[in-house]
């Protein structure tokens, strides 16, 4: 119960938050430790409402980056470690899951992103005929956030970020649950396989770049990097074999990458009366 009792004013204290940090510890020790050998320590936490009070510390304006990670990093561990299907239902009830979920945090700060896109693979690998209902929300408009708030970082220079993204991604696609498969497919048409297939054309025109000079290898490289790591992502999702998605993904690529780049490359003034300069593609690429 103390950690209840914790307004943003006591984390201005001296150790406030360290004092945050300790209880947090303490409880994620005893819980995971329960779940293995004593289930009535679960039980308690459900009873005090010991997660609700985790989010509202985590909402707190206030609260030092040390308090929000410890938090992610407990909620991460909890997810993970859970055995009881009870206990997973309470930890995603009451809507606490996406309450969680669309947190407003510090997403420019690396480790504070690190851990809630984290947190994020931690709930989508729990993800099942049964666990989807607690995360896509039908009524009264569809709403999902654990999809949609994960692909808003799907090109984020941290390569970390951006395989943890395509985890997340390929796990909800497996589910197979028709209400959700129409809203992640409408979205996939209307906005992410569009900007796959954009992010897709960029790398190959900074690839053409780089090819085009002789000096900067290192560029290059790294650009064919980010290309087999996106044709890998973009491979599984074919070899999920889930039709319409593949025709969408397939669309997107041809019509937003391919096509517009054949059309360049075999007629380069058309390019140049468009960006009002000739670009030809390096025949290495």
Known sequence: GRLSHFRESDLEKDRGGEQVVDLVREITEALVWGEKHDSSLFDFFCEKGILVDFIRVLSLQRAPKTVKVQILQTLSMLVQNIRREQSLFYLLSNNQVNKLILMPLDFNDEEILAYWITLLKSLAMRLDDTTISFFFISLPEPVFPLYCE????????????????????????????????????????????????????????????????????????????????????????????????????????????????????????????????????????
Request: with cysteine; glycine share 2%.
């Open 150 to 285: 994960a692909i808003k970082f799907f090109n984020h220079r941290d390569q970390m970020v951006r395989a943890t993204v395509r985890t997340i991604t390929l796990r909800v696609y497996r589910v197979d649950f028709a209400p959700m498969r129409a809203f992640v497919q409408r979205h996939a048409e209307e906005s992410y396989f569009s900007q796959l297939a954009l992010h897709l054309k960029a790398i190959w025109l900074r690839m053409n770049a780089a090819a085009a000079d002789s000096e900067d290898h290192g560029a290059l490289q790294h650009e064919n990097d980010l290309q087999q790591d996106l044709l890998v992502y973009l491979s599984d999702m074919f070899e999920l074999g889930i039709e319409e998605l593949n025709r969408a993904l397939a669309d997107r690529l041809l019509d937003c990458a391919m096509v517009p780049l054949l059309v360049l490359s075999l007629d380069p003034r058309s390019a140049a009366d468009r960006s009002k300069r000739q670009v030809r593609l390096a025949p290495a690429v």
